[in-house]
Each structure stands twice: as C-alpha cells, then as structure tokens.
C-alpha cells in the first residue's frame, strides 16, 4: 500500500496594510489551505484574494476559524463556554464559505487556529462543540485535529470524517500536546531535523517528545506554517524529502 499524505499551511492572515505569510510563495508545496476567517487575522479582501489563489493552485480550501483576538493573533487562551465556541465557528465557517462560493469554490475542510485549536485539543466539552458547528454547517466537511486530541474523538462522534494532523516545524509533549511557544525548543528551525521527524511519522507513526519519549501518531495531514523563518525552504525540503521516499502527497479524501 503507498503511504500519502496531505500537506496543510495556515494562510490569509494579513489584515489590511499588515501581511503575514508567503502565501503565494507556499501555494504550489500544499494541498490545502487553512484560510483565516476574520476572527483571529484576515479580512474580506484577504479572504477573497487566498481562496481566489488557492483555487489557481488546485489547492483544497478550509476554513481555520480562530478566537475573536485580532491583538493576540488568536494565540492566547479565552474563557470561552462551549456555547460561545459553536457560534463563532459557525459565523466562520459560514463567512468563508460564502467567499469559496463567490470564486466558484466549495469549502473541504475545517481546521481550528491557535489558542482555540490547542484548547480543543484537551477540552471535550470545546472540542464536541467546535464539531457539532461544523457538522451542523455541513456534515461534509473534513474536520481537521492534533492527532489523538480530544477534537479527534468529538469529530468521529459527531459523525464527520476527521484528519489526525501532524506538525513539521513543531515539538511534542509526553502528552501529545505541543510545546507552548512560551517555552524554548517549541519550534524546529533545522530543516533537516524537520524531515526526520516527518519521515518517522508517516512511515512508524511515531513521534519523540521533548521528555525523549516515543508516542504514537496517525498522520493524515502535515502542517507546514507559512510564517516561520525560511518557510518555502522547509516546503521545498519537505516535498522533496517524500518524492525520495515514494510517499504520495494529497489532499485528504482525494
């Protein structure tokens, strides 16, 4: 059987005048889009311009619904009630959906940004309500979670197909969780040591933590940030680093 797998980057969050990202630049390396909604980073230019550059590319659209902090780029912790998590992925996922159709394109998948992710990712009663928007918006959809997170199990309870991903550039806690960018080592700057680890994902389904243990993963899809200092290296090394090793890059359900 040919291993494969899908590569994912987070996109459209530039905001008016501000750009972040190499959106364009990492287009042609992924084949999905996590597009910012508004919330966290992103506007309705933005938006419109990433789904219009991402259907160009062939590139699966999806909704990255993160919390109402355009200050905090979405990366710190609210207290947010499970009622509050449904409404505002259902805004969402809605608002990208209608500039995906706008541009003749539909939505494929959704995947939770920052804080919001990551709090998902441990919190049942936010992850099954996360999923519960996306299902209620539309049962299609691919939900996309940190493998073996709690957002993993809610999907598959919700009745939705679910993406168990994996991340390129990030360590591991003991845990499965990943290292808190407050914390030193979070990122791996080193492409070399990115590809070893990706590698060893996909073909063992295993990832080392930074406690130095080995826990296993499910890689369905690999996020590849397109923020990060030599993002498009990392892309290249990426891509290439499968072709050598016959692993067959597409979009999850494709």
Known sequence: MTLSIDLNCDMGESFGAWKMGLDEEILPYVTSANI????????????????AAAIRHGVALGAHPGL????????RNMDIS?????DIVVVQIGALAAVAASQGGRLHHVKAHGALYNMAAKNGELASAIAQAVYDVDSSLILYGLASSELVRAGNEAGLTVAQEVFADRTYQRDGSL?????????????EQSIQQVLRMIIDGKVATQQDQDISVQADTLCIHGDQAGAVVFA????NALKEKDIAVRKVGG
């Not at 910012?36 to 789904?51: F, I, L």
């Not at 109402?68 to 990366?75: K, M, S």
């Open 82 to 86: 499970p009622e509050n998590a449904y």
């Open 68 to 75: 109402p902090d355009l200050v905090g780029f979405g990366r």
């Open 179 to 191: 290292t808190s960018r407050k914390q030193a080592h979070a990122m791996i700057e080193d492409p």
């Open 236 to 239: 290249q090394a990426i891509r």
């Open 36 to 51: 910012a909604c508004g919330y966290h980073a992103g506007d309705p230019a933005v938006m419109r311009r990433t789904v």
